[in-house]
């Protein structure tokens, strides 16, 4: 591990909103008196009936409640939409750059207020009203962002599905939330390729049933397939509805949105996040963390199908009164400079991605990014997965120019904005860790037991009490909330990864600790793929690991066992993969497939893991204790395919 320290440049310590001392002072207050400090946070937003309470929160077993300004209405979109009109109403608050180079717009605060407030009324007009599920199938267009703050000014509740998932997992969580309306596009456009957007739509419905409403938004103008009564043109939506929409005053406590997140067991859960406590946490860590003025540019490269989108390219910066650019294509088309183009093109101060993109543009070479300038370039901020030292050097000296501090901010779905991150003006760095904890964030490392370790150690992270911005419940399934996250350390909350704290107090998250793969920055459940994969009529048993991967961080290591009679093959492999990404996308598909006779075994039948896990990574040596499975020789036996393979 680095151990490099870079130490905040003075002119940042002097211009930040928060500097060392102050990060002291503050963090020191916000864990002694966390009313007192988010009573006078929480005022950051507009309130239509302001608060007098603050924090309401029980982690206890068996009564999980977490309730934030309880008392507290306000409405979401007024936040983010209309109180910058007066003071910003020309001011760009969407800067949107296309797939190609040549599309981009310009969207001011007062547009936007009439695209949301056209699309509220429109919304309406199909009968949505306060407490409906609102699926979003849509590309990186503005749209998108109309679209979630439509559902927010009528109390609608969104789910926004990523455009790279199947019609099947869009049909899972459409029904998962019981959604009546999909607003959705004919195609999408990605690094010059279309995506069905509106045929997957049409596909999940088949299976989902209960929609009866079919927003369409026009991006290729292709001929798509159209069901009449249920399918509205977005574009005659819009310009019939009236732009004047009142929004409706929500409770602090009101669901704001669900999305579906990858766990380690079963289906993807429904995420809930509620209205006030969110918005104050998103809009206070944007602020904060990328230290935000009035005037910068702010870009994070994030599709809005993901919880960064929705945090920091859309709720954050608006309620911020930002200028937020989206982006619609993918960092090599046409060329791997397309970033550092957008840079420069916008003059982009604030750069937010994730280290997958980082480590495949480095593997491209440096010079796609000195041909651009970048010197409107002040910060960069990584998200999504532990970034590799080399990958932080490479982005803070190529990239950055060894000018630009680099903020890398851990958090999750779960926990709504950032947790545990430098603010650029107060923490000095140390590449490869996210550094400290966010005012109010009181993290923890446990071992198996439970057991508080304290000073430099490793163990589990968990988080000892809450913050404004923590999911509420899974959708519909509280039980399983509590079972998730406060069953296995009671009384704190556990996020599923493992982190190194070293001696000066610094958090280095070291990856999941449970099921969950991630690839390229995406979360995705082994049990999800492996599901998938014996669905298929040649496979008997399936085992998914991850694997380390230079570009993606992990890839995903399949383990098949095939029907017997069923020869395994290099065309079975293809068409497994291809199985696979129709069934979940394409963010699922295997990278390697294990053609395995066997599968290690405890006496009891679990598959165990630990040691597929080993294998995958050619640890052939660690494997531990072997002695407790049922037929210790498939283990010799899965390692003489992994070498043979090679
Ligand atoms: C925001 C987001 C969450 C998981 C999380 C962890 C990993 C995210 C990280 C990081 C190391 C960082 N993760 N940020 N690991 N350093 N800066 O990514 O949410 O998709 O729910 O993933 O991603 O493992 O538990 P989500």
Same mark, same amino acid.
């Given at each position: 591990?680095?151990?490099?320290?870079? #130490?905040?440049?003075?002119?940042?310590?002097?211009?930040? /909103? !928060?500097?060392?001392?102050?990060?002291?002072?503050?963090?020191?207050?916000?864990?002694?008196?966390?009313?007192?400090?988010?009573?006078?946070?929480?005022?950051?937003?507009?309130?239509?009936?302001?608060?007098?309470?603050?924090?309401?929160?029980?982690?206890?077993? *068996?009564?999980?409640?977490?309730?934030?300004?309880?008392? $507290?209405?306000?409405?979401?979109?007024?936040?983010?939409?209309?109180?910058?009109?007066?003071?910003?109403?020309?001011?760009?608050?969407?800067?949107?750059? *296309?797939?190609?180079?040549?599309?981009?717009?310009?969207?001011?605060?007062?547009?936007?207020?009439?695209?949301?407030?056209?699309?509220?009324?429109? &919304?309406?007009?199909?009968?949505?009203?306060?407490?409906?599920?609102?699926?979003?199938?849509?590309?990186?267009?503005?749209?998108?962002?109309?679209?979630?703050?439509?559902?927010?000014?009528?109390?609608?509740?969104?789910?926004?599905?990523?455009?790279?998932?199947?019609?099947?997992?869009?049909?899972?969580?459409?029904?998962?939330?019981?959604?009546?309306?999909?607003?959705?596009?004919? @195609?999408?456009?990605?690094?010059?390729?279309?995506?069905?957007?509106?045929?997957?739509?049409?596909?999940?419905?088949?299976?989902?049933?209960? +929609?009866?409403?079919?927003?369409? +938004?026009?991006?290729?103008?292709?001929?798509?397939?159209?069901?009449?009564?249920?399918?509205?043109?977005?574009?005659?939506?819009?310009?019939?509805?009236?732009?004047?929409?009142?929004?409706?005053?929500?409770?602090?406590?009101?669901?704001?949105?669900?999305?579906?997140?990858?766990?380690? #067991?079963?289906?993807?859960?429904?995420?809930?996040?509620? #209205?006030?406590?969110?918005?104050?946490?998103?809009?206070?860590?944007?602020?904060?963390?990328?230290?935000?003025?009035?005037?910068?540019?702010?870009?994070?490269?994030?599709?809005?199908?993901?919880?960064?989108?929705?945090?920091?390219?859309?709720?954050?910066?608006?309620?911020?009164?930002?200028?937020?650019?989206?982006? @619609? *294509?993918?960092?090599?088309?046409?060329?791997?400079?397309?970033?550092?183009?957008?840079?420069?093109? /916008?003059?982009?101060?604030?750069?937010?991605?994730?280290?997958?993109?980082?480590?495949?543009?480095?593997?491209?070479?440096?010079?796609?990014?000195?041909?651009?300038?970048?010197? %409107? &370039?002040? &910060?960069?901020?990584?998200?999504?997965?532990?970034?590799?030292?080399?990958?932080? @050097?490479?982005?803070?000296? !190529?990239?950055?120019?060894?000018?630009?501090?680099?903020?890398?901010?851990?958090?999750?779905?779960?926990?709504?904005?950032?947790?545990?991150?430098?603010?650029?003006?107060?923490?000095?760095?140390?590449?490869? %860790?996210?550094?400290?904890?966010?005012?109010?964030?009181?993290?923890?490392? !446990?071992?198996a037991e439970?057991?508080?370790?304290?000073?430099?150690?490793?163990?589990?992270?968990?988080?000892?009490?809450?913050?404004?911005?923590?999911?509420?419940? !899974?959708?519909?399934?509280?039980?399983?909330?509590?079972?998730?996250?406060?069953?296995?350390?009671?009384?704190?909350?556990?996020?599923?990864?493992?982190?190194?704290?070293?001696?000066?107090?610094?958090?280095?998250?070291?990856?999941?600790?449970?099921d +969950?793969?991630?690839?390229?920055?995406?979360?995705? $459940?082994?049990?999800?793929?492996?599901?998938? &994969?014996?669905?298929?009529?040649?496979?008997?048993e399936?085992a998914?690991v991850?694997?380390?991967?230079?570009?993606?961080?992990?890839?995903?290591?399949?383990y098949?066992t095939?029907?017997?009679?069923?020869? $395994?093959?290099?065309?079975?492999?293809? @068409?497994?993969?291809?199985?696979?990404?129709?069934?979940?996308?394409?963010?699922?598909?295997?990278?390697?497939?294990?053609?395995a006779p066997g599968l290690p075994k405890t006496r009891s039948g679990k598959i165990m893991r630990r040691i597929l896990r080993k294998i995958a990574?050619?640890e052939f040596g660690a494997l531990g204790d072997t002695s407790t499975l049922a037929d210790p020789g498939v283990v010799d036996d899965l390692i003489?395919?992994?070498?043979?393979?090679?």
């Amino acid at each position: 591990m680095s151990e490099k320290l870079h #130490t905040v440049p003075a002119e940042w310590a002097k211009r930040a /909103h !928060v500097d060392a001392a102050k990060y002291d002072a503050d963090y020191a207050r916000s864990i002694q008196d966390p009313d007192g400090f988010w009573g006078e946070v929480g005022k950051r937003v507009d309130w239509i009936t302001p608060y007098t309470k603050v924090k309401n929160v029980s982690y206890a077993p *068996g009564n999980v409640s977490i309730k934030w300004y309880e008392d $507290g209405a306000l409405n979401v979109s007024a936040n983010c939409v209309d109180r910058h009109l007066a003071t910003r109403g020309d001011q760009v608050a969407i800067l949107w750059e *296309g797939d190609d180079p040549k599309d981009s717009k310009a969207i001011t605060y007062r547009e936007l207020h009439e695209q949301v407030g056209r699309l509220a009324n429109a &919304l309406k007009s199909r009968g949505v009203k306060k407490g409906d599920r609102v699926t979003i199938y849509l590309p990186m267009i503005p749209e998108a962002a109309y679209a979630m703050l439509a559902c927010a000014r009528i109390g609608a509740v969104h789910s926004i599905v990523f455009g790279g998932f199947s019609p099947d997992s869009l049909a899972g969580r459409i029904e998962g939330c019981e959604s009546k309306v999909v607003i959705t596009a004919d @195609e999408g456009l990605r690094g010059g390729r279309k995506v069905p957007l509106k045929a997957n739509t049409d596909a999940a419905i088949a299976k989902a049933g209960g +929609v009866d409403t079919v927003f369409v +938004v026009t991006r290729t103008g292709a001929d798509v397939a159209w069901t009449e009564g249920r399918d509205v043109r977005y574009e005659d939506a819009v310009a019939e509805a009236s732009p004047d929409c009142e929004p409706e005053a929500m409770n602090a406590e009101d669901p704001l949105f669900i999305l579906y997140t990858s766990g380690s #067991t079963g289906k993807p859960k429904g995420v809930l996040h509620t #209205t006030g406590g969110y918005l104050v946490y998103a809009s206070y860590t944007h602020q904060l963390i990328f230290d935000y003025h009035d005037g910068d540019i702010y870009w994070c490269t994030a599709d809005v199908g993901w919880v960064t989108g929705h945090s920091y390219i859309v709720y954050g910066p608006l309620a911020n009164g930002a200028t937020t650019l989206m982006f @619609e *294509g993918v960092p090599n088309y046409p060329s791997s400079s397309r970033f550092w183009e957008v840079v420069d093109k /916008h003059k982009v101060n604030i750069f937010y991605t994730a280290p997958t993109a980082i480590r495949a543009l480095m593997s491209g070479g440096e010079e796609a990014v000195k041909k651009t300038s970048r010197e %409107s &370039l002040r &910060l960069l901020g990584s998200v999504g997965e532990p970034i590799n030292p080399e990958a932080w @050097e490479w982005y803070y000296r !190529v990239v950055g120019d060894s000018r630009c501090p680099i903020v890398d901010t851990w958090w999750q779905t779960e926990t709504g904005g950032i947790l545990i991150t430098p603010l650029p003006g107060a923490t000095d760095l140390k590449p490869g %860790s996210a550094t400290k904890p966010f005012f109010g964030v009181r993290p923890e490392l !446990v071992d198996a037991e439970g057991k508080v370790l304290e000073g430099a150690a490793e163990g589990n992270l968990v988080i000892a009490d809450s913050w404004p911005g923590q999911m509420r419940t !899974v959708y519909g399934d509280h039980k399983r909330f509590e079972e998730t996250y406060f069953s296995t350390y009671p009384n704190k909350y556990f996020t599923g990864d493992g982190c190194r704290r070293d001696a000066d107090g610094y958090y280095w998250i070291t990856g999941r600790v449970d099921d +969950v793969i991630n690839v390229s920055g995406h979360r995705m $459940g082994t049990a999800e793929v492996e599901s998938s &994969l014996v669905a298929h009529e040649k496979v008997s048993e399936a085992a998914v690991v991850g694997y380390p991967h230079d570009i993606k961080g992990q890839g995903i290591y399949a383990y098949v066992t095939l029907m017997s009679g069923v020869e $395994g093959d290099d065309a079975l492999r293809k @068409e497994l993969i291809a199985w696979v990404r129709k069934d979940i996308g394409p963010i699922a598909a295997p990278d390697l497939i294990q053609f395995a006779p066997g599968l290690p075994k405890t006496r009891s039948g679990k598959i165990m893991r630990r040691i597929l896990r080993k294998i995958a990574e050619d640890e052939f040596g660690a494997l531990g204790d072997t002695s407790t499975l049922a037929d210790p020789g498939v283990v010799d036996d899965l390692i003489d395919h992994r070498q043979n393979k090679k």
